[in-house]
């Protein structure tokens, strides 16, 4: 299995043929409805049974050796055996660090391995199309490395992987697993179909883009909401985060998005920020989060309990 490892000079047909793969997996998940035993899919969303352990990364951001380090320490070819073992990245694998190309090869190869167990939500870096911003070099590294051929390999091949992934995870009175944050709603109608809703994100470009760039804020008086100083998406206040974590039961948010110290804590600590990228962002820590279902059960709405379940790589 250490071959995942070595996608560095791979060919753009090594590239074109694990891409398409992983992208085939979750077209084909998306048609059966379902991964394993405790998974659901509908759409772009995916919904969990609480699993034997969960193991949550948030963004990397072409940090190719971080991300290897995080695959040893949690000795993944051993926890990605047992299928109620899950991972899930928070998104971000592109841009901003040396190695985004690689990055996407290593977590294809590792779908491609562990299709039932390994899930990849969409980050908004991986939204480009959709929601284009000025940080986005990718692109221009792909025209370095593959010239005229960049164009054909990313409009068909990387753009409908990068569709296929998943936006919204939810692990049944658990979490709630997103990007950015939770949407702003305002007609609490929403929440009779949520589900329904949420499965059909991509034909919802507003409701999108608040999940890829929402982000948490503590608001003055009586506000839900603000405009975001990143120029799209929005600040979202604590009574948004309780009505969603009331409608759906869940107890937390966990998410990426924000640069920290590897972790940081927000609305009464019910939202937990994941940060998994350290070349990029040498001011800040990365780390990962592992839970056993026992931990789950023990931490009961008390979010003050999660840093006992941070690992700093
Ligand atoms: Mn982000």
Same mark, same amino acid.
């Given at each position: !299995? ?9 060919? *753009?047909? %090594?590239?074109?043929?694990? !891409?398409?793969?992983?992208? @085939?997996?979750? %077209?084909?998940?998306? &048609? +059966?409805? &379902? ?13 969990? +049974? ?9 963004? *990397? ?51 491609? =391995? ?9 980050? /908004?870096?991986? @939204? ?9 070099d990718f692109y221009s590294n792909l ?49 009779e179909n949520y589900r329904f809703h949420?499965? =059909? *994100? ?12 929402? %982000? ?17 998406? $929005?600040?979202?206040?604590?009574? *948004? ?27 009464? /600590? $019910? ?30 709405? /008390?979010?003050?309990?999660?840093? /006992? ?5």
């Amino acid at each position: !299995m250490n071959d995942l490892f070595s996608v560095f000079d791979h060919s *753009i047909y %090594d590239c074109i043929n694990i !891409m398409d793969k992983t992208t @085939a997996i979750h %077209d084909n998940h998306r &048609f +059966q409805g &379902f991964f394993s035993d405790i998974g659901l899919i509908s759409g772009h969303y995916i919904n969990f +049974q609480i699993p034997e352990n969960l193991v949550v990364i948030g963004d *990397i951001h072409g940090d190719f050796f971080t991300l290897e380090k995080i695959m040893e320490r949690i000795d993944f070819s051993n926890y990605l055996k047992n299928e109620s073992n899950v991972l899930i990245f928070l998104g971000d694998y592109i841009d901003r660090g040396k190695y985004s190309l690689e990055v996407l090869l290593l977590l294809c190869k590792l779908k491609n =391995s562990y299709p039932n167990n390994v899930f990849m939500l969409r980050g /908004n870096h991986e @939204a480009y199309n959709h929601f284009p911003f000025s940080s986005y070099d990718f692109y221009s590294n792909l025209l370095d490395k593959f010239a005229h051929s960049t164009k054909l390999l990313y409009e068909n091949h990387i753009l409908p992987f990068f569709e296929s992934l998943f936006l919204f995870c939810e692990i049944d009175g658990f979490s709630i697993l997103t990007h950015g944050g939770l949407p702003v709603i305002e007609n609490t109608n929403f929440f009779e179909n949520y589900r329904f809703h949420l499965s =059909s *994100i991509l034909n919802n470009l507003p409701l999108l883009e608040e999940i890829l760039w929402n %982000d948490p804020r503590d608001l003055s008086c009586d506000r839900n909401w603000s405009f975001s100083n990143r120029g799209l998406g $929005k600040y979202f206040g604590i009574g *948004i985060t309780n009505m969603w974590l009331l409608k759906t039961g869940c107890k937390f948010l966990l998410r990426g998005h924000e640069p920290c110290n590897g972790y940081k804590l927000v609305h009464d /600590n $019910k939202i937990l920020t994941l940060f998994s990228s350290k070349d990029p962002y040498p001011k800040f820590k990365s780390s990962f989060l592992k839970m056993s279902r026992k931990d789950i059960s023990e931490i009961n709405g /008390n979010g003050l309990l999660f840093p /006992n379940y941070i690992h700093f790589v």
